[in-house]
């Protein structure tokens, strides 16, 4: 029902459409960009999973293409930003602006009379711009980059029935989707974190030009762990070489990683403390709401870090890493970071489909609760299978998830 009803809004959204003249893509590849508009609503930095993807990104455009012209304008938010000094040396211009002020509005004030032929909308909130965009900047190139599909959550509301207990969640779900199908549909081109989401909401429009461009890592390796201090009140009570770590690494303003958070405490949590006596799991990253975990982190074996500057030492000290997952769209980057630790991982079965890395060699991939623990116990336990499998998740890592082995698709979806 509900897919007959998004149906049904997809064809009106279409027929409402501006007859604009269709983007050519060819005609595009063979113009080189000249100048770039990044609207972006987390500032590029470290401080985030996203930010830190759209920063690793935009350092590989610059390094592409020295000579283009690249102009940010980003919301600020200091209860999440930091880390993005190196903005500065990326971008020629920069426009740091609060929530209010990340409007249309501001955006004609900055760049009224400035020419663009390549408008880039990061996340779904940038979305709102679509259509000022199109009107100042006739012929540029508009790039929407959703990095969550709204249209899987309203999905996975339906399939799991959760739309009898959270009737507001799914009204937003919906409301959210319908937003995402009108921002695609007036753009040139969607890029998704995952070929999963891409054929996800190819399902709702099926004549979308989009294509995917995974999360990475950074080329440079990581320093070692005897480098970095790690005490202080960050760090909380717990003593690494003392215990059988199992790390959880995220950005907690994402509804996906605080379900897929839940899920494990919940389910996966308390069949490994069975197991492994002197097991601790870690949970580390920005956005927590610290209302939800006050509920969630209620086990002496349980240690909420949060934020921490750098977390190398304790990525390089653990012993598991895990990628539980509700739903199995968005980025796939706390697969690859782990990997770059050499800290082997598990993660939820569907997340695995289109990695490269292998079931039983690189990773240990777990189709439900039970099969989770399983492969976190037994990991727990053998120091020769955790080194095993970290250090071939490292070969695939370095070999097929650097930005630069997604230079060319770089250079394309950019025109560099």
């Not at 029902?1 to 050519?24: E, P, W, Y």
């Not at 921002?183 to 996800?200: F, G, H, I, M, Q």
């Amino acid at each position: 029902m509900f897919k007959c009803i998004l149906g049904q809004l997809v064809r009106c959204i279409t027929l409402s459409r501006n007859h604009r003249a269709q983007f050519d893509l060819g005609k595009f590849n063979m113009c080189q960009v000249q100048n770039i508009l990044l609207l972006s609503y987390y500032v590029p930095c470290i401080g985030h999973a996203g930010g830190l993807r759209v920063l690793d990104l935009y350092r590989k455009i610059r390094e592409l293409a020295p000579s283009v012209n690249i102009t940010l304008l980003a919301r600020t938010d200091n209860n999440i930003d930091w880390g993005f000094d190196e903005i500065y040396e990326i971008f020629d211009e920069v426009y740091l602006v609060s929530k209010d002020d990340f409007s249309p509005s501001v955006l004609k004030r900055f760049v009224d009379g400035k020419l663009f032929d390549c408008i880039d909308l990061q996340f779904h909130q940038s979305g709102k711009f679509v259509s000022l965009a199109r009107n100042m900047f006739v012929n540029a190139r508009i790039i929407f980059s959703p990095l969550e599909i709204q249209s899987r959550w309203l999905w996975e509301r339906v399939r799991t029935r959760a739309v009898h207990l959270d009737l507001i969640g799914l009204i937003e779900s919906i409301y959210l989707t319908i937003q995402e199908i009108y921002y695609a549909n007036n753009t040139d081109l969607v890029v998704c974190v995952s070929p999963v989401d891409e054929r996800e909401i190819k399902k709702v429009l099926p004549h979308l030009k989009s294509i995917y461009l995974p999360t990475c890592v950074p080329n440079h390796n990581p320093k070692p762990a005897e480098d970095h201090d790690i005490d202080g009140p960050e760090r909380g009570t717990f003593n690494l070489n003392e215990t059988l770590t199992v790390v959880y690494f995220a950005h907690w303003g994402s509804g996906e990683n605080m379900a897929s958070l839940q899920w494990y405490i919940h389910n996966v949590h308390p069949l490994v403390k069975a197991e492994v006596f002197n097991y601790k799991l870690v949970i580390l990253g920005r956005g927590m709401i610290s209302e939800a975990c006050d509920k969630l982190v209620k086990d002496s074996a349980i240690e909420l870090i949060g934020e921490i500057e750098d977390p190398s030492a304790i990525f390089q000290r653990a012993s598991v890493g895990i990628s539980p997952s509700v739903i199995g769209g968005g980025m796939k980057g706390k697969i690859h970071q782990y990997a770059r630790y050499r800290l082997p991982c598990v993660a939820s079965f569907k997340l695995g489909e289109d990695l490269l890395y292998e079931q039983g060699s690189s990773i240990l991939f777990a189709d439900n609760a039970g099969e989770f623990a399983e492969h976190c116990v037994k990991l727990l336990n053998n120091p020769e299978l955790r080194n095993g499998i970290g250090d071939r998740a490292y070969d695939v890592c370095s070999k097929s998830y650097s930005w630069e082995s997604y230079s060319a698709d770089i250079r394309n979806i950019y025109g560099l």
